[in-house]
Each structure stands twice: as structure tokens, then as C-alpha cells.
T-cell receptor
Framework: NAGVTQTPKFQVLKTGQSMTLQCAQDMNHNSMYWYRQDPGMGLRLIYY???????DKGEVPNGYNVSRLNKREFSLRLESAAPSQTSVYFC????????????FGSGTRLTVV | KNEVEQSPQNLTAQEGEFITINCSYS?????LHWLQQHPGGGIVSLFM???GKKKHGRLIATINIQEKHSSLHITASHPRDSAVYICAVDVSPDMRFGAGTRLTVKP
């Protein structure tokens, strides 16, 4: 009963470094999402994957790339980290793109110095 | 202006009080969600509703589609209810989130 598993939980990067945030779900969900959460703001969508083999940009995609590796896994990559990418990142999944509840991962707190 | 507005931003209550958190939205939606985020950071889905009212234990969620408004009520509040409560609306394929209401319940 793992649900949505995100790794790592914490990360500190130097400006310009790259890293990949991993997300895996074991609920056979079709749709997966990456959000960022900043103080005083609602969660904002970075990228999503409506189904295996498809990915689409969300509200704030600049500086990020994603890969839907298979139905279970959806990774988020920062190619050249910037201080503006300091945030808490959440992966989420649900059965289809509409009218089903989300299951969220526990979050990754990323600091870029 | 945000598409989803929550009020109040912060709320402090004494244990046992009745709590109401409000959410207004300005877009057409297929469903509305209430989420709970504890200090540890994890986000849990409390309710998904598209009409009327739902109840789970001491939590009640209502929605008025015509007025584009939803409320989350907590009866007999308890310190363990202290968390951030987030309203989100389904605008498929995405959701739009409010900034959250930080609730503190004091013993």
C-alpha cells in the first residue's frame, strides 16, 4: 500500500547542477502530475502525463523536463538548477484526467544555492 | 486574481469550536476537492464533490455550483485538526489550487 513514492525527500543543489526527481505509483493510475508549492501560493502544475507515452506542459514548465518511463514512473529533471527553482515538489497521480481524486507523494524539498 | 480564492488565510480556534473555511472559484469545473496538508508536508485528499454535501466523521463539505462556492466545516475541532486545508477545482486535465487556509486548534 505504498501509493505514490517520491525520492529524494530533501536535496540541496548548487546553481547550475542537474538532478532528477523520481516518482512511482503502484495504483495502476493512468495520469501523473508534477507540481511545485511555493509559500503563499497554491500548487502549480509543471508537467503532466495523461497516459503512458504522453506528456504535456503545465503552468510553469520552464527549466524542467519530464519522462513518463512506463505506466508507474514519471520523473522530473532539472537540467541547470536556478535559485528560483527552490521549492517543494509534489508528484500526484489519479486514474484518469477528470473526476477522480488525486493521490499525492510526500514531497521533495529542494533548495538551490 | 486567482481562479480559486480561500478565506480566511489563517484561522486559530479553541478546541471544540465549529470551524468554517470558504472557497470561491471563477472557472467552470467538473469537481471540487478539499485537501489537508499536515506540518510534515504530506497532502491527503479529504473530499471530492460536484454537488450537494458530503460528510466524513466530523468533516462536512458543501458546494453551491450556481454560486461557485464551497465550504469545509469541522465540528468539535481538535488540536489534531491543525493543518493547512486546500481547496482545488478540477478543470480537466488539470486542477487549480487555492493558497490554503492554515488552521491552528489550541487545547
Amino acid at each position: 500500500n505504498a501509493g505514490v513514492t517520491q525520492t529524494p525527500k530533501f536535496q540541496v543543489l548548487k546553481t547550475g547542477q542537474s538532478m532528477t526527481l523520481q516518482c512511482a505509483q503502484d495504483m495502476n493510475h493512468n495520469s501523473m502530475y508534477w507540481y511545485r508549492q511555493d509559500p503563499g501560493m497554491g500548487l502549480r502544475l509543471i508537467y503532466y502525463s495523461a497516459s503512458e507515452g504522453t506528456t504535456d506542459k503545465g503552468e510553469v514548465p520552464n527549466g524542467y523536463n519530464v519522462s513518463r518511463l512506463n505506466k508507474r514512473e514519471f520523473s522530473l529533471r532539472l537540467e541547470s538548477a536556478a535559485p528560483s527553482q527552490t521549492s517543494v515538489y509534489f508528484c500526484a497521480s489519479r486514474m484518469t484526467v477528470s473526476n477522480y481524486g488525486y493521490t499525492f507523494g510526500s514531497g521533495t524539498r529542494l533548495t538551490v544555492v | 486574481k486567482n481562479e480559486v480564492e480561500q478565506s480566511p488565510q489563517n484561522l486559530t480556534a479553541q478546541e471544540g469550536e465549529f470551524i468554517t473555511i470558504n472557497c470561491s472559484y471563477s472557472v467552470g469545473i467538473s469537481a471540487l476537492h478539499w485537501l489537508q496538508q499536515h506540518p510534515g508536508g504530506g497532502i491527503v485528499s479529504l473530499f471530492m464533490l460536484s454537488s450537494g454535501k458530503k460528510k466524513h466523521g466530523r468533516l462536512i463539505a458543501t458546494i453551491n455550483i450556481q454560486e461557485k462556492h464551497s465550504s469545509l466545516h469541522i465540528t468539535a475541532s481538535h488540536p489534531r485538526d491543525s493543518a493547512v486545508y486546500i481547496c482545488a477545482v478540477d478543470v480537466s486535465p488539470d486542477m487549480r489550487f487555492g493558497a490554503g487556509t492554515r488552521l491552528t486548534v489550541k487545547p
